[in-house]
């Protein structure tokens, strides 16, 4: 959804001649959908340098995974260059080096890419938006393909469901229900499972601003109900807005947050934004039609051909293919059985909300509602950094159902001091903005906004700046990132793991549940940054403190008694033995948590795999 066409930019880099050649069909058969964890991609946070080579790394083994055919493990791997990429603040970034190779990569991987795609029977899950795309228009322009309409037509004079949105049972319309029915099935089935997170809500919103309630299953076909869905046309969130159109319906996009991400504030935005549509075209084809490819498109295109028909326009393909595909996914979503598909739909995604003034880590805030991190930010999406944005009072943070009275407790302990991780830094004769930025892995927006700087050439030697840090970076921990276990003394060399590399691995996932680099790794083995690696190889890492000793590692505790002392505090306790405080709170039955007393006995359940 942009005024500017999303998929146009793939194609243009695509060519008309790499377009994603059209597998066999496999037979129709019944499929069940299965209860799936929602998409979550928590990536570790690193400087653009960093994570832009990281990308680079999965790239290049994605392209020998092509070489080899492995399609299966090349497409994983473009998928987390490409999360990599989404999650990179490139507009705030300054250097002109950094945007080339960002470019760069972008085209290798929009060449890369349906190599492996075209090679797959059918779409993998969290396949995009221009993927589908590419993949029906192929379809279409296939004259020797022939879709066996039979049951699609028994099927739709069987449907007894009323719709809000009309659909036009055409040729169009059923071959793109055939799309879904074979090649894009495994997708088609993720998105029906996933919609009963979001459909209620988002209904919901869409009744309050009276628009048609069939319109949710745009969200379906632009982003799967996605909220971290992302764009070659650098359109994010559910509804797939663009930063220019995100901006025009009031979602913020920055360093720390992208609105366009929020279920619900991107639900209101996509509802005032249709209803402008519907009532500029007063047609739901042609708002729709509209809302892939911009309105001045369509305008253009019924002054050229005098008809307001859509089926009449001469419109971008994609355009064209986009109104059928959205009419077949509603047509199945409303009644999937008819299709052949059953489903076991996500339950809706349940939170409260809580008001944090101040720049608050996201662990802070998992510890003090006895949640994970990765549960705090599957419900907060639009999150981009590791805390809540610093300047926006009273900002309004999800958190688990039931946990609010948990939480407000125990975040009334927390010295203000522990609640983010902050560097002060003297500036120095010479330095600039952006040299302070890339030594401790933040961006120059990151830091103006922290220290409310208007100018980047405004910073005098000898002032102070307060430098927001990752928790899991290096510099937040107190030391430098090294690239050999040497650097970091006898304590590294004491956290030495001999990890067995699974089915599945790769160096980034390996790297990323260790808290180290792709570069460290191929260090610390002698492996080249493309090289392969196979179930049961062996690999020496030397984890950064904090982290497990081996990802995916049972648990395992031990319990010690501690001594108050005089000057603890509950959450001082919590972080010295590395425990969350609604556990320490719960061990203990402490029923007044703010009076501790010195000399009181506490049990301490500690996990014995740090």
Same mark, same amino acid.
């Given at each position: ?51 832009? %080579? ?83 228009? %192929? ?129 209101? %935005? ?76 996500? =339950? ?18 998992? =510890? ?228 501790? =007393? ?13």
């Amino acid at each position: 959804m942009t005024k500017f066409p999303k998929c146009l930019l793939l194609f243009f880099l695509l060519g008309p001649g790499l377009l994603v050649a059209c597998s066999p069909n496999p037979p129709l058969q019944k499929v069940a959908v299965v209860h799936q964890k929602p998409p979550v991609v928590v990536l570790e946070e690193l400087p653009a340098d960093r994570a832009l %080579a990281q990308a680079e790394s999965l790239c290049a083994i994605g392209t020998r995974a092509n070489e080899e055919e492995e399609w299966s493990l090349a497409n994983s791997l473009f998928n987390e260059a490409l999360d990599i990429l989404a999650n990179m603040d490139l507009e705030a970034e300054e250097s002109e080096e950094l945007k080339g190779r960002f470019d760069l990569l972008l085209l290798t991987l929009s060449v890369e890419y349906p190599k492996a795609l075209q090679n797959m029977e059918e779409l993998p899950g969290g396949s995009s938006l221009a993927m589908l795309l590419l993949r029906l228009g %192929a379809l279409l322009a296939d004259t020797s393909h022939v879709v066996p309409e039979t049951t699609i037509v028994q099927a739709a004079e069987a449907d007894t469901v009323t719709y809000d949105v009309p659909i036009h049972w055409n040729t169009q319309v059923k071959q793109s229900i055939h799309f879904f029915q074979t090649q894009s099935r495994h997708v088609f089935s993720q998105w029906l499972s996933r919609s009963g997170r979001y459909v209620p809500m988002m209904r919901r919103i869409l009744r309050e601003h009276d628009l048609p309630e069939d319109l949710v299953y745009l969200a379906m076909i632009e982003s799967g109900f996605n909220p971290l869905a992302y764009s070659w046309a650098h359109a994010a969130g559910p509804w797939q807005f663009i930063s220019s159109t995100g901006r025009l319906y009031n979602l913020k996009a920055d360093w720390w947050v992208d609105e366009r991400r929020d279920p619900e504030k991107s639900t209101r %935005a996509a509802a005032r934004y249709l209803k402008n549509l519907y009532e500029e075209f007063a047609s739901w084809p042609l708002a729709l039609a509209a809302y892939n490819c911009g309105e001045q498109r369509v305008r253009s295109a019924i002054k050229k051909a005098g008809t307001n028909d859509f089926w009449e326009l001469n419109l971008p393909r994609q355009t064209r293919n986009y109104v059928p595909l959205f009419m077949a996914a509603l047509a199945i979503a409303k009644s999937p059985e008819l299709y052949d598909f059953s489903v076991e739909y996500e =339950q809706p995604i349940e939170y409260e909300e809580v008001r944090i003034d101040e720049c608050t880590d996201l662990k802070v805030v998992a =510890q003090c509602c006895g949640a994970s991190y990765d549960e705090i930010k599957v419900l907060n999406p639009e999150l981009r950094r590791w805390c809540t944005p610093p300047n926006y009072p009273a900002y309004r943070l999800k958190i688990p159902k039931g946990t609010q009275t948990t939480f407000l407790k125990n975040y009334a302990l927390v010295p203000a001091s522990e609640k983010i991780t902050w560097q002060r830094h003297k500036i120095q004769r010479g330095e600039t903005l952006s040299g302070i930025a890339r030594h401790y892995g933040t961006s120059v927006s990151a830091i103006k906004e922290a220290n409310s700087l208007r100018s980047s050439n405004r910073i005098i030697a000898g002032d102070h700046l307060l430098i927001p840090l990752s928790p899991v970076s290096g510099l937040a921990q107190g030391r430098a990132i090294s690239s050999s276990p040497a650097q970091d003394g006898a304590e590294a060399a004491d956290r030495k793991v001999l990890y067995t590399v699974r089915r599945g691995d790769n160096l980034y996932r390996i790297a990323r549940d260790f808290g180290v680099t792709v570069a460290q790794l191929c260090g610390w083995n002698n492996l080249r940054s493309g090289q392969y690696i196979y179930p049961g190889n062996k690999l020496t890492v030397y984890p950064h403190a904090g982290f497990g000793a081996s990802p995916g590692s049972s648990e395992s505790y031990t319990e010690l008694i501690y001594t108050v002392k005089q000057g603890d505090t509950l959450w001082d306790i919590a972080n010295d033995f590395g425990v969350s405080l609604s556990s320490l709170i719960r061990e203990n039955n402490l029923k007044d948590p703010s009076r501790l =007393q010195p000399g009181k006995k506490l049990k301490v359940k500690m996990s014995t795999n740090l």
